[in-house]
């Protein structure tokens, strides 16, 4: 059952995210969660952040100087990442496969290849040094239930494929649920669930 510090349970619909230009203008994320209130990408002002964007070339990532990234493939084939940690020295480069979180600091130089086509990802962006981030991805089987454990100060999950029914409603594919710390029940339906699961919270 929803503990009681599950009263900020709320289902956030793929039609409230907000569409907004790459940093580095070469293409659109859509925005489903920002903190604190009022911030936002241009000033970089924010302490956390999740979006999701489609990627359709080879492209550059934009740097943020004071955040560090997760970033998940939710479709397509995946991308290489290459990150230049060092002036002159060789890239560091790694392969990333669909559903499987990887983690990189936004201070660096990093560009994307496609492995295999566009691909559709997501990302969690968390104040380096003051925010903590945990993600992960629960794979359901048709009719299977899940209970999740959510720990953090801020947590979402967010349907990937087909609904899944929650003890706050049901999650359509592409809509997140935000809630606070407790315990949270997931049944899949017929055709199974895809579902990313993260965390958010203060170091310490």
Not at 53 to 79: C, Q, T, W
Not at 158 to 167: G, H
Request: glycine share 10%; aromatic share 10%.
């Amino acid at each position: 059952m929803l503990g009681s510090k599950m009263s900020t349970t709320k289902i956030i619909s793929k039609s409230e995210y907000k569409r907004a230009t790459w940093k580095n203008g070469l293409g659109f994320t859509d925005e489903i969660a920002i903190y604190p209130e009022g911030a936002s990408l241009a000033k970089g002002d924010f302490q956390w952040r999740l979006s999701s964007a489609r990627i359709e070339n080879a492209s550059p990532f934009s740097m943020f100087p004071a955040h560090d990234r997760v970033l998940v493939v939710l479709k397509g084939a995946g991308i290489r990442m290459a990150h230049a940690y060092e002036e002159g020295e060789p890239e560091d480069v790694n392969e990333v496969r669909l559903l499987e979180p990887y983690e990189f600091p936004g201070d660096i130089k990093s560009r994307c290849e496609l492995l295999g086509g566009p691909i559709t990802d997501f990302s969690v962006f968390a104040e380096t040094g003051r925010i903590g981030a945990s993600v992960s991805v629960q794979e359901l089987s048709p009719d299977e239930e899940f209970v999740w454990m959510a720990e953090g100060r801020w947590n979402f999950a967010f349907a990937i494929e087909y609904t899944t029914d929650t003890e706050a409603g049901p999650l359509p594919e592409g809509d997140t649920l935000s809630c606070g710390a407790g315990e949270l029940r997931f049944t899949a339906g017929a055709g199974g669930a895809k579902v990313l699961l993260i965390s958010l919270d203060f170091h310490g």
